[in-house]
């Protein structure tokens, strides 16, 4: 059974571009939130996905949008990149009603 | 914030002894939970103590959890080389996650 996986591994951008990073879930969950980790700090939630709604978000500007397709997947879009959106990107899966995350292994994202 | 705060911020100690991470986070929640994380990777959970618990036991892990003080603590018992991480707790709120900036822990061989 393979976990939450998420591509690409590592991605470089220029400020001003856009990016798109993609996440699958853990097989039997249906439920997607994806966080942003800084260097030497905690991630920090940027939204949920269920159903493929947009079910919660946090304090991140709208330059951050996603999706969620009918399998689960889903995406993270940034427009408009900083140079302080570098940031390795998690992806957590969990089963509707579940608090327990499984977590992929990351994106690290570098706006140069 | 509603964010939690872990204390101390790293920690250094030798293979066998105890390791104590302490956590303070603001507003009520419904569970909290611990989770740890190697080298910058994904994130593995530890252990989830609901709101209405005071303590919770994981094989060598031992969670305690005081809503009056908001704070919790997850006692490693027993450490070993392999238990060196960042430690983060997360609570649970209307509908959303907040991570602490974590505690560094490295067990020396």
């Known amino acids: 059974d393979a976990g939450v996986t998420q591509s690409p591994t590592h991605l470089i951008k220029t400020r001003g571009q856009q990016v798109t990073l993609r996440c699958s879930p853990k097989?039997?969950?249906?439920?997607v939130s994806w966080y942003q980790q800084a260097l030497g700090q905690g991630p920090q939630f940027i939204f949920q996905y269920y159903e493929e709604e947009e079910r919660q978000r946090g304090n991140f500007p709208d330059r951050f949008s996603g999706h969620q397709f009918p399998n689960y997947s889903s995406e993270l879009n940034v427009n408009a990149l900083l140079l302080g959106d570098s940031a390795l990107y998690l992806c957590?899966?969990?089963?509707?009603?579940?608090?327990?995350?499984?977590f992929g292994p990351g994106t690290r994202l570098t706006v140069t | 914030s509603q964010q939690g705060e872990e204390d101390p911020q790293a920690l250094s100690i030798q293979e066998g002894e105890n390791a104590t991470m302490n956590c303070s986070y603001k507003?009520?929640?419904?569970?909290l939970q611990w989770y740890r994380q190697n080298s910058g990777r994904g994130l593995v959970h530890l252990i989830l103590i609901r709101s209405n618990e005071r303590e919770k036991h994981s094989g060598r892990l031992r969670v305690t959890l005081d809503t009056s003080k908001k704070s919790s603590s997850l006692l490693i018992t027993a450490s070993r080389a392999a238990d060196t991480a960042s430690y983060f707790c997360?609570?649970?709120?209307?509908?959303?996650?907040?991570f602490g900036s974590g505690t560094k822990l490295n067990v020396k061989p």
């Open positions: 097989s039997g969950h249906d439920t």
């Open positions: 997360a609570t649970h709120g209307f509908n959303k996650f907040y």
């Open positions: 957590a899966s969990s089963p509707a009603g579940a608090y327990e995350q499984y």
């Open positions: 507003t009520s929640i419904n569970n």
